[in-house]
């Protein structure tokens, strides 16, 4: 059940990368977060306000609340605001395939921070995984740094070409120096980006199991969270003095795929919640790193025309598919 569970939490995650891709627009305030952010606090408060309502026994300890909250702010805003980033930067299969180093940084604190320990097939799925994600993320920073299309460049490069006069050679060869900067500056930032999501989704992952020592309840865990990062999102933007205008670009501008991606990435969190009431977080952390494979395989199919898909990344995802493969069935 556990690592059912994640793999459900997963899928949810990648279709959520797909649709957040696809559903922002040029101008965006802040790239679609507050958005999702809202609409995971909403569904999962709602859902547990339900819970409440109807009578179920749940102790509040305040060191669980706590982790919670922690879990939320490096999780829902912290993470998702800097996954989101990089997304708009590089696009959904390299976002997906460095914030996908979140497992490493997991697994490692599961070890040394909660105590858990691994069987020999367990190193086996966890290296698998590792050795996927450290190709993927080369992969993205050899993308950063190769020569941008000619197609896209503003002027094509044949400044070389003798019968451009002197000065349309100069105009060419200062274009496209200045295009390759950008574009490069561009995608380094997003990789950048990318990777603090990583190390904030680790540490939040951490933090709920932590949270649900105290308070064993994956629902509330979420919903705690959820909230918690929302209103540290809402604050956050309150102090730039943002809020009003997110607001108003969320009501005058409506994204329908943002909407269902909020809803997805609710039904994420608490499928992850819930595996690790079922599973240890290592293994459960190894078993959602198989989103990266699905946000691959989604980008190749839906975003040919957008996203340029290199086959060379079926081999490293292929080696974190069968790293989750081997713990699920361990």
């Known amino acids: ?14 279709v959520g990368y797909l649709l957040v891709r696809t559903g922002v627009k040029p101008g965006d305030p802040d790239g679609g977060a507050f958005v999702t952010t809202v609409f995971n606090a909403v569904l999962l408060g709602g859902a547990a306000a339900i819970v409440l309502l109807l009578g179920a026994p749940v102790t509040f ?12 702010v490096l999780g829902p805003f912290a993470g998702r605001i800097l996954m989101f980033a990089g997304i708009h930067r590089v696009g959904p299969a390299r976002a997906a395939a460095v914030v996908n180093s979140a497992p490493i940084i997991t697994v490692f604190l599961a070890v040394t921070v909660l105590g858990e320990t691994l069987s020999p097939a367990d190193m086996i799925a ?14 993205a920073f050899q993308e950063a740094g190769a020569r941008p299309r000619a197609d896209r460049m503003p002027f094509p490069p044949t400044a070389d070409d003798p019968v451009l006069e002197a000065s349309v050679a100069e105009r060419a060869r200062t274009a496209a120096a200045d295009f390759r900067r950008r574009y490069g500056t561009a995608l380094v930032i997003g990789i950048l980006a990318a990777a603090g999501s990583a190390v904030a989704f680790g ?24 909230m918690a990062g929302l209103l540290t999102h809402v604050v956050v933007q309150g102090a730039q003095g943002r809020l009003g205008l997110l607001v108003r670009s969320s009501i005058r ?43 691959l395989l989604m980008t190749s199919i839906f975003l040919r025309r957008t996203e340029r898909f290199s086959p060379r990344l079926l081999i490293p995802a292929g080696c974190i598919f069968a790293g989750a493969i081997l713990i699920a069935v361990g």
């Not at 059940?1 to 990648?14: D, E, H, K, R, V």
């Not at 966890?126 to 992969?139: D, P, R, Y």
Request: aromatic share 10%; proline share 5%; glycine share 8%.
């Open 61 to 72: 300890v305040p060191a669980g609340v706590a982790w919670f909250a922690v879990a939320g």
């Open 126 to 139: 966890v290296a698998l995984v590792v050795t996927g994600l450290v190709v993927l993320m080369a992969e």
């Open 253 to 295: 501008q409506p994204r329908p795929r943002l909407w269902i991606a909020g809803t997805l990435s609710a039904l994420g969190l608490f499928s992850f919640f819930a595996a690790l009431t079922f599973a240890p977080l290592a293994h459960v952390a190894v078993i959602a790193a198989s989103e990266t494979i699905l946000t």
């Open 1 to 14: 059940m556990g690592s059912l569970l994640a793999f459900i939490s997963a899928i949810c995650y990648a």
């Open 203 to 226: 540490f939040a992952r951490t933090a709920r199991r932590l949270g649900l020592e105290f308070i064993p309840e994956a629902l509330m865990g979420a919903a705690l969270g959820a």
